[in-house]
């Protein structure tokens, strides 16, 4: 069993700055890639941010410069930053984890999204 979970959504002004946060917990062997998507109404869910487990990351281009993503292996924690913040970010932010659990095959984990609404 394996949890995801999200905090740090919340309501910003334009140009304001927001963290969020996502802790993996359960009976994970090892973590491949931790990364942020995003739904915003009426829209297809789309990438934001991925980190693999060397660090490498990989950014959508409508956030490259304003949004920075991290990872804490030994925690298995992954952080976004998100500055200047912009309406159209506004959308439910879900964190996604690609992991073998202990005797199980590499699979796709999500955590229920988070709220975050740009507006002033």
């Known amino acids: 069993q394996v949890q995801l979970v999200e905090s740090g959504g919340g309501l910003q002004q334009p140009g304001g700055s927001l963290r969020l946060s996502c802790a993996a917990s359960?009976?994970?062997?090892?973590?491949?890639?931790m990364g942020w998507y995003r739904q915003a109404p009426g829209k297809q869910r789309e990438l934001v941010a991925t980190?693999?487990?060397?660090?490498?990351?990989n950014y959508a281009d409508s956030v490259k410069g304003r949004f920075t993503i991290s990872r804490d292996n030994a925690k298995n924690t992954v952080d976004l930053q998100m500055n200047s913040l912009k309406p159209e970010d506004t959308a439910v932010y879900y964190c996604?984890?690609?992991?073998?659990?202990?005797?199980?095959?590499?699979?796709?984990?999500w955590g229920k999204g988070t709220q975050v609404t740009v507006s002033s």
């Open positions: 996604k984890g690609v992991l073998a659990a202990i005797r199980e095959a590499v699979m796709s984990y």
């Open positions: 359960g009976t994970i062997f090892r973590i491949f890639v």
């Open positions: 980190i693999t487990s060397d660090g490498s990351t």
